[in-house]
């Protein structure tokens, strides 16, 4: 099936801070998505975006499909963006007979103030 | 609009038991999910669903089982429950490859 790979697996970073996290994946896609769990466990949706890029306040993402990757990028970080960002994929890949969607492993990231 | 709900929010079994964790989605989705996640880890699919009667394993599915009688409904099954299962659940849905929504989520802890 087909594989997703995040960078870097934890990232620390001072109130203020920039950020880029990094989503590969090994085959084609029929959609990419991004998640932030929050440190109480909730899964909320970030990003939906196949390819292109979108934003949403200091939040934006690009997906560039034919090179098989996705960048979420986090300006003026806060504490609040503290937890785990997922990237999961939507594909086929491997011969199987319907999509489903995998996540990557995930970037844990912490925001001290 | 209540999106995908998780039913119970938590449990504990003793080993050997069974329980059955309801999803419900009131979105017409046709696909359904059932992932588990373990602490430190990402979100591993156990089966899925692409529609009413039609169900499909992921990459964990040994020990689980599945039914999707109604369009709204995802039934997960553990009919012998083991300490490996301790984990938290997750629940979501999509029209085909469209955006998922996910559930909050079951907390299981067999002992």
């Known amino acids: 099936g087909i594989q997703v790979e995040q960078s870097p697996p934890d990232l620390i970073l001072q109130e203020g801070a920039n950020s880029t996290l990094r989503c590969n994946f090994s085959d084609s896609v029929n959609n990419l998505q991004w998640f932030h769990q929050n440190p109480w466990g909730q899964l909320i949706n970030l990003f939906y975006?196949?390819?292109g890029t979108k934003q949403n306040g200091r939040l934006s993402a690009t997906t560039v499909a034919t090179e098989r990757y996705s960048l979420l990028y986090i300006s003026s970080s806060q504490t609040t963006d503290s937890g785990v960002y997922f990237c999961?994929?939507?594909?086929?890949?491997?011969?199987?007979?319907?999509?489903?969607?995998?996540f990557g492993q995930g970037t844990i990231l912490t925001v001290h103030p | 609009n209540a999106g995908v709900t998780q039913t119970p929010k938590f449990r504990v079994l003793k080993t050997g038991q069974s329980m059955t964790l309801l999803c419900a989605q009131d979105?017409?989705?046709?696909?359904m999910y059932w992932y588990r996640q373990d602490p430190g880890m990402g979100l591993r699919l156990i089966h899925y669903s692409v529609g009413e009667g039609t169900t499909a394993k992921g990459e964990v599915p040994d020990g689980y089982n599945v039914s999707r009688l109604k369009k709204q409904n995802f039934l997960l099954g553990l009919e012998s429950a083991a300490p490996s299962q301790t984990s938290v659940y997750f629940c979501?849905?999509?029209?085909?490859?469209?955006?998922?929504?996910f559930g909050q989520g079951t907390r299981l802890t067999v002992v």
């Open positions: 999961a994929v939507f594909s086929n890949a491997g011969g199987t007979s319907y999509g489903k969607l995998t």
């Open positions: 975006i196949p390819s």
């Open positions: 979105m017409n989705h046709e696909y």
């Open positions: 979501a849905s999509s029209y085909d490859w469209g955006e998922a929504f």
